[in-house]
């Protein structure tokens, strides 16, 4: 059973920081790409940062220079960084895993996410 657990969300004021964390199980996470995703009511779920397998690293263009994506392997767990936070960073961060299936592809699991709201 795959599990994706997203924690760390909360409240924070424009110009803070906050480190989200997701912890994996029931899946291959050395082999499996890392992403972050976040969806802000009423628009479409965004993808954030992501990880490869080898620590490879991309950022949207809205969070790059503040956001850091990273991994720990023995831990299976993936991080955010997230620095200088601006209100429209509010959303729900959703965590996930693509796992290499060979010919068929990448499986895909998603976390429950977790709030992050930006406001004074």
């Known amino acids: 059973q795959e599990e994706l657990e997203e924690s760390g969300g909360g409240l924070v004021q424009p110009g803070g920081s906050l480190r989200l964390s997701c912890v994996t199980s029931?899946?291959?996470?050395?082999?499996?790409?890392m992403s972050w995703y976040r969806q802000s009511p009423g628009k479409e779920r965004e993808l954030v940062a992501s990880i490869s397998s080898g620590g490879g690293t991309t950022y949207a263009d809205p969070v790059k220079g503040r956001f850091t994506i990273s991994r720990d392997n023995a831990e299976s767990t993936v991080f955010l960084e997230m620095n200088s936070l601006k209100p429209e960073d509010t959303a729900v961060y959703y965590c996930?895993?693509?796992?290499?299936?060979?010919?068929?592809?990448?499986?895909?699991?998603w976390g429950r996410g977790t709030q992050v709201t930006v406001s004074s």
């Open positions: 029931g899946f291959n996470f050395d082999r499996s790409a």
């Open positions: 996930r895993a693509d796992e290499p299936m060979g010919r068929y592809g990448t499986l895909p699991f």
